[in-house]
């Protein structure tokens, strides 16, 4: 991690598209950072660009202007190696639709990324325990994923994806499936991860409801983002 803390930094960015005959701007000219132990919530109306910017934070697309850095080093710079050490040790991946593999069980698919990365079986296993046990879900942890509920599978994929112990959690619609108490209670977990373990979350959402529990809040719209919280309050209440 950089020496001030700063996890990632957008400088400008912006990524257009080719739709046949039509430009599509997806992002335009965003200004971003994200600093360790940071709940940023990213709202706005789908197709405001929300997903587009969580793809280029990861280095999963590439920016056709500005610069996007993490821990201080141009994702542009680096070869697909090196981004794929990033996405796996760096950053965790949770999605709307959860993303669990059918035949595994909770419990081996949090292992999954520790055997990938070639982690060995004791420690995976400790990890695997510790991830689920953070999630509460040690009871269902032999359980596959239909016989968990759409709030349970959701937990799995959180402790998948810090089972790496990444210092980033980028998350796309994570609550997009669920009911509102159930959304809720997963921004709580997020909210508890960023509190106890230092994590960094960065949530986009439409779901207006559960932006108070972020540090905070910034609004995409049309491909750009509105600067400054205040300008998103209101989303507040």
Same mark, same amino acid.
């Given at each position: 991690m950089s020496a001030n803390g700063k996890i990632v930094e957008a400088i400008d960015v912006g990524r257009k598209y080719q739709l046949g005959s039509e430009e599509v701007v997806a992002v335009n000219g965003v200004s971003f950072e994200v600093y360790s132990g940071q709940f940023i919530a990213v709202v706005g109306r789908s197709g405001s660009g929300k997903t587009t910017l969580l793809n280029l934070i990861a280095g999963l697309d590439k920016a056709t202007s500005g610069l996007v850095l993490f821990e201080g080093r141009d994702l542009a710079q680096m070869n697909e190696k090196d981004l794929t050490e990033i996405r796996r040790h760096k950053i965790g991946f949770v999605f709307q639709s959860f993303g669990?593999?059918?035949?595994?069980?909770?419990?081996?698919?949090?292992?999954?990324?520790?055997?990938?990365?070639?982690?060995?079986?004791?420690?995976?296993?400790?990890?695997?325990?510790?991830?689920?046990?953070?999630?509460? !879900?040690?009871?269902?942890?032999?359980?596959?994923?239909?016989? !968990?509920?759409?709030? =349970?599978?959701?937990?799995?994929?959180?402790?998948?994806?810090?089972?790496?112990?990444?210092?980033?959690?980028?998350?796309? =619609?994570?609550?997009?499936?669920?009911?509102?108490?159930?959304?809720?209670?997963?921004?709580?977990?997020?909210?508890?991860?960023?509190? =106890?373990?230092?994590?960094?979350?960065?949530?986009?959402?439409?779901?207006?409801?559960?932006?108070?529990?972020?540090?905070?809040?910034k609004e995409m719209r049309d491909g750009s983002m509105i600067q400054g919280d205040a300008e998103s309050h209101r989303y507040r209440n």
């Open positions: 669990l593999l059918p035949l595994l069980s909770a419990f081996e698919n949090v292992e999954l990324p520790l055997r990938i990365s070639g982690v060995r079986a004791r420690e995976r296993e400790q990890r695997a325990r510790d991830a689920l046990d953070m999630v509460g !879900l040690t009871p269902r942890s032999n359980h596959r994923p239909y016989e !968990l509920s759409g709030g =349970e599978q959701q937990r799995v994929a959180i402790a998948r994806a810090v089972v790496t112990e990444p210092p980033l959690i980028l998350a796309d =619609e994570p609550t997009g499936e669920l009911d509102s108490n159930n959304a809720r209670s997963i921004f709580g977990l997020f909210r508890e991860m960023v509190q =106890e373990r230092g994590i960094s979350v960065v949530a986009a959402t439409h779901d207006s409801t559960l932006l108070a529990m972020a540090d905070s809040v």
